[in-house]
């Protein structure tokens, strides 16, 4: 059963600073991770989808790297602002009909001023 | 572009009640999906639909939960009767491809059982 944790469950900085958010993962057997980010009382919004074929994605601030075989993905957030503190999910799928996406807990961010 | 609709956005209820979530994926979405989000933790799959047939419902309590998706487009999520432990976010997402494409969120509706 694949079971995917996310390190560390809580993470408070202040503004500007260069963050890495982790993620791992049991079964490397997968088909793509995405990275999502939660708003509080709000859905998911997807950041980053990254193939099991790629090592990395980047968009604007953030950049996200995968290595399948050890099981790992990271997420970087560049220069971080106060209006990137939510709680950031980390996903992975096992194939291309089933699309089932088995979660981490999440690392909650917080970016103070 | 319209992003995943769902309603109700809240819903109270008591055990033993029953209740029932709406989805409206993304236009031309073949595969729509049903998570559970119970606090603290990640979305678990509950099911999935690809167009208006049932890939996947392992997870789905089939004693107490259903779901259907008519016509290959909305769908709806219910529970009959609800247990102190349904309490959660449920979430719907839908992607244009089969399973393992990008999957999008909607804003969940969030139901408390009393």
């Known amino acids: 059963k694949q079971e995917v944790t996310q390190i560390p469950a809580a993470l408070s900085v202040p503004e500007g600073e260069n963050l890495v958010l982790n993620c791992s993962f049991t079964?490397?057997?997968?088909?793509?991770l995405q990275w999502f980010r939660q708003d509080p009382g709000k859905g998911l919004t997807s950041l980053l989808l990254i193939q099991s074929s790629q090592r990395e994605q980047t968009s604007g601030r953030l950049n996200a790297s995968l290595d399948k075989s050890s099981g790992r993905s990271t997420l970087y957030i560049a220069a971080s602002q106060p209006g990137d503190s939510a709680t950031y999910l980390c996903a992975v799928s096992r194939g291309s009909t089933l699309g089932r996406l088995y979660f981490g807990r999440g690392t909650q961010l917080t970016v103070w001023p | 572009e319209a992003g995943v609709a769902q309603s109700p956005r809240y819903k109270i209820i008591e055990k033993r009640q029953s209740v029932a979530f709406w989805c409206n994926p993304i236009s031309g979405h073949a595969t729509l999906y049903w998570y559970q989000q119970i606090l603290g933790q990640g979305p678990k799959l509950l099911i999935q639909?690809?167009?208006?047939?049932?890939?996947?419902d392992s997870q789905l309590p089939k004693d107490r939960f259903s779901a259907e998706r008519l016509k290959g487009v909305d769908s709806t999520l219910k529970i009959q009767p609800a247990k102190l432990e349904d309490s959660a976010v449920y979430l719907c997402?839908?992607?244009?491809?089969?399973?393992?494409?990008?999957?999008?969120f909607g804003p969940g509706t969030r139901l408390t059982v009393t």
């Open positions: 997402a839908s992607s244009a491809g089969t399973g393992g494409s990008e999957q999008y």
């Open positions: 079964d490397s057997a997968i088909y793509n």
């Open positions: 639909f690809q167009n208006n047939g049932v890939v996947d």
